[in-house]
């Protein structure tokens, strides 16, 4: 079997995964192991939240009955639950593993994973979704429709809503945004 190597006489992402998935399979398998468990922990306080909240009636309110109210509410409790019971658990096992895991390595390993780790990118958009979530939250308190159930209006209500609010985005960003480019562009990149 040929080794996949770089120029420089380096593993390939892959090899070295492989590599290192053999030399390691029982902290590897620990390692699934234990993100099953948490995954299955999440879920189960999830279903156990909805059952015992007064936020959404124990599981019995409708979507028309929602609002956005109750909506931040079951999230910001459901994140506190899920940290307090899931969370802080897991976080301290799979730290405290990894600190134990990590000192067994010799300096040469530890130079392999720190070489392999730098200049990756591990989070990459996934903001402007929640970002929105809150300018729309914020646009609906000002309407005043905030504790309103969500079945009160029509659909379209909340829709139109929506655009409103992206536009109310456009306007407050993008007119600051588009006078800074232009400044930008004829003090520097014309210039080059």
Request: net charge positive; proline share 3%; hydrophobic share 50%.
């Amino acid at each position: 079997m040929v080794k996949k190597m770089d120029e420089k006489g380096n593993y390939s992402d892959g090899e070295f995964w492989k590599r290192k998935i053999k030399e390691h399979w029982k902290v590897f398998t620990a390692f699934i192991t234990g993100c099953v468990v948490a995954t299955l922990g999440a879920l189960l306080v999830l279903f156990w939240f909805i059952e015992t909240s007064p936020i959404g009636a124990m599981g019995t309110a409708t979507i028309g009955e929602w609002t956005l109210a109750w909506t931040w509410e079951f999230f910001i409790f459901l994140i506190l639950w899920e940290l307090l019971i899931v969370g802080i658990p897991v976080g301290v096992a799979f730290g405290v593993g990894g600190y134990l895991w990590w000192n067994r390595f010799s300096a040469e390993e530890k130079a392999e994973f720190k070489g392999r780790w730098r200049g990756h990118r591990t989070a990459e958009g996934g903001g402007f979704g929640f970002f929105m979530f809150i300018a729309y939250s914020i646009y609906i308190y000002i309407n005043g429709d905030f504790f309103t159930p969500l079945g009160d209006y029509p659909y379209r209500y909340w829709v139109d809503s929506w655009f409103l609010t992206l536009a109310w985005l456009l306007v407050i960003f993008g007119i600051p945004a588009a006078i800074i480019l232009t400044i930008v562009y004829f003090k520097v990149w014309r210039k080059k």
